[in-house]
């Protein structure tokens, strides 16, 4: 009997040492911030952190998100699939929507949990969640042990918000700015929640600098007026630097460091045209300036240091590249649409053999649909207009216009122009901006029109030659034009014919 006891002992020791040799997972998201936002990217703002994390491990220079906008992009990051395979369209408003993630997809929480991991997720949510009194699964379904998150943006802004909420309860208001909050939570969680036995997966999703933007005030003087929104902008961003680099100085004092893999992005481009650098597009576009943003990996002393990787790849590919650096089996009787990009970060292979090319299908989108392989970029539009109430929304704007010439705006009309995303300081104007965007986005009444869509005016650019897509070489290279064209159209049917109909869902 001894003998049995003690060979049991030992049997799971090893396979204890066998969790404590799997490496902690941490992933970082921004939250529109844009490709040539970050220094190490060419970009104006300071962000030492992040260089010195580009530094230990692969930059991706053409990396992207999995959508234009962020719901579709977290869905898609979360299970390495085309987020409107699981019915997301567009970004998900809780208050009107039933759109959400189902609990029926496999996201990276569940996969490593299976494996033996503690999850958290702390950040920004927005793949839906009853916050807001609709039937939705909340995030602890989703696989997270653990999480401290919002909806949807940080509100009233960045600073002070007061719309967090931790394990099903809101918290109320707090004081501070979102990414240090965050961050903040994240530590704490590494000290008092987590399972120190268990490896574990740390999902952050930083707000900024998503608008309404706000940062401390000597922090955003460097970058110019405390009240100019692209030095606030600036400012945003630089807090989120110094949040992080607490978050790793925190790994390397728990001793932690060369066993954990971080990951870092943004959610999709940045909606300042000038943050995208000569990329053609910003933020909700299928152009580049839309969708291609910072791709870091970092594992000391696993992925070699300093390497700068030209090879395409994305957000789609995180989750099966995680279970390959992991060495552990994706889900199973899932189709992903990524791929496992760990022979290129492990310094093994320059590039990857992919079932089918990158591809974004993102219906609301002008162009609705892009696919990239090698050099080659391939848009399409969508031969018809969904139901918007264009006329309400021109008064709306036409509203917006007066309500800050009577505050005193000198040039309303480029005020609205400019800060459509940002947002205004002035209540009414907000309160107008607010019911525009409802009247912009995406309605679930949309869907039998979207399941009947088809794309024309498709357009073919060599990256290599022309990152601004200014060219359309269509008709100078016919076959390569018409085979991407047709892999395209072969794709978005496959993930067309996949989607659920919420309208079904709703009745």
Not at 132 to 159: C, M, Q, V
Not at 196 to 211: D, G, M, Q, R, T
Not at 441 to 447: A, D, H, L, N, R
Not at 465 to 478: F, G, I, R, T
Request: aromatic share 10%; proline share 6%.
């Amino acid at each position: 009997m001894r003998v049995f006891t003690f060979l049991c002992s030992l049997l799971l020791a090893s396979l204890g040492s066998a969790a404590d040799n799997q490496p902690n997972v941490v992933v970082l998201l921004a939250d529109d911030l844009g490709w040539k936002d970050l220094r190490c990217y060419g970009g104006p703002v300071k962000t030492p952190t992040l260089d010195r994390l580009a530094g230990s491990g692969v930059r991706f220079t053409d990396f992207y998100s999995g959508a234009a906008v962020c719901s579709a992009s977290r869905a898609t990051l979360l299970t390495g699939r085309h987020h409107v395979r699981m019915g997301i369209y567009s970004w998900i408003s809780d208050n009107d929507q039933d759109v959400h993630l189902l609990n029926s997809e496999v996201t990276l929480a569940e996969i490593l949990k299976e494996e033996g991991y503690e999850t958290a997720h702390i950040g920004k949510w927005h793949i839906g969640a009853p916050f807001r009194g609709r039937e939705k699964p909340w995030i602890d379904e989703h696989g997270f042990d653990y999480w401290f998150a919002t909806d949807l943006n940080a509100a009233p802004s960045h600073r002070n918000p007061t719309n967090f909420w931790r394990n099903r309860e809101r918290v109320g208001e707090l004081e501070g700015y979102a990414c240090q909050l965050v961050v903040d939570d994240a530590i704490r969680w590494l000290d008092e929640e987590r399972d120190s036995k268990k490896p574990f997966f740390l999902n952050v999703w930083f707000h900024e600098p998503h608008a309404p933007i706000a940062a401390p005030d000597e922090i955003v003087a460097d970058y110019g007026d405390t009240s100019d929104p692209a030095a606030i902008y600036s400012g945003t961003i630089d807090n989120t630097d110094r949040a992080i680099e607490r978050l790793l100085e925190k790994l390397k004092a728990m001793g932690i460091e060369k066993d954990t893999l971080v990951i870092y992005s943004s959610d999709n481009g940045s909606y300042r045209r000038d943050r995208v650098g000569e990329l053609r597009g910003a933020k909700g576009s299928n152009f580049e300036g839309g969708i291609r943003v910072p791709g870091i990996f970092s594992w000391p002393g696993k992925i070699p240091e300093r390497q700068v990787v030209n090879y395409p790849a994305g957000q789609i590919d995180i989750l099966p590249t995680v279970c390959g650096l992991l060495e552990i089996d994706p889900p199973e009787e899932v189709h992903l649409d990524g791929a496992d990009l760990s022979p290129i970060l492990l310094g093994k292979s320059e590039a990857i053999e992919r079932d089918q090319p990158l591809a974004w299908i993102l219906p609301l989108s002008g162009p609705s649909l892009a696919l990239r392989e090698g050099d080659w970029s391939l848009t399409g539009y969508r031969k018809a207009e969904f139901p918007r109430d264009r006329e309400a929304m021109a008064d709306l704007r036409n509203q917006m216009v007066t309500v800050l010439r009577k505050n005193g705006i000198a040039d309303p009309e480029a005020e609205v122009k400019s800060n459509l995303h940002e947002g205004f300081d002035i209540p009414e104007a907000e309160r107008l901006r607010g019911a525009y965007i409802r009247l912009n986005q995406f309605q679930e009444s949309w869907i039998p029109a979207i399941k009947a869509m088809t794309y024309e005016s498709f357009e073919l650019y060599d990256l290599s030659k022309d990152v601004a897509q200014k060219h359309n070489l269509a008709s100078k290279y016919p076959k390569v034009f018409e085979r991407l064209k047709n892999q395209l159209i072969e794709i978005t049917s496959d993930v067309m014919n996949e989607r659920p109909d919420w309208s079904d869902h709703r009745e």
